[in-house]
């Protein structure tokens, strides 16, 4: 599949912001759905996982605040993000794997599939 994000933007402490991520191809239901975000000091960080059956893995710097969910009709994947915080300012990717397993949601390298990122910044 092909993936395109989208709804980055920029946003105030306490905010929201919901991101968006289009897939194109076939066999979407089929694929473990994940963001990441980045910014130029840190590697490549997990932020969330939608499992095949929609069940959501959170890192725990954002659980509680951001929810991952996904409609395989549309293949559409979502992540809203609540009560956003400066520290939370980096490029968001999502990403697509097929052959994933839950052991691995949490590294980059099962992911096969990558959008090319949206911006997000959170202003203090």
């Known amino acids: 599949v092909q993936l395109q994000a989208s709804g980055g933007g920029l946003v105030q402490a306490g905010g929201s912001l919901t991101l968006s991520c289009a897939a194109s191809g076939r066999n979407f239901r089929s694929y473990v759905m994940a963001w990441f975000r980045q910014t130029p000091e840190k590697e490549r960080e997990f932020v969330a996982a939608?499992?095949?059956?929609?069940?959501?893995t959170y890192s725990d710097t954002v659980k509680g605040r951001f929810t991952i969910s996904r409609d395989n009709a549309k293949n559409l994947v979502w992540l809203r993000m609540n009560s956003l915080k400066p520290e939370d300012t980096a490029v968001y990717f999502c990403?697509?794997?097929?052959?994933?397993?839950?052991?691995?949601?949490?590294?980059?390298?099962?992911?096969?599939?990558w959008g090319q990122g949206t911006l997000v910044t959170v202003s203090s």
């Open positions: 990403a697509g794997g097929d052959t994933i397993i839950t052991s691995q949601y949490r590294s980059p390298i099962g992911y096969r599939n």
């Open positions: 939608i499992s095949r059956g929609a069940a959501g």
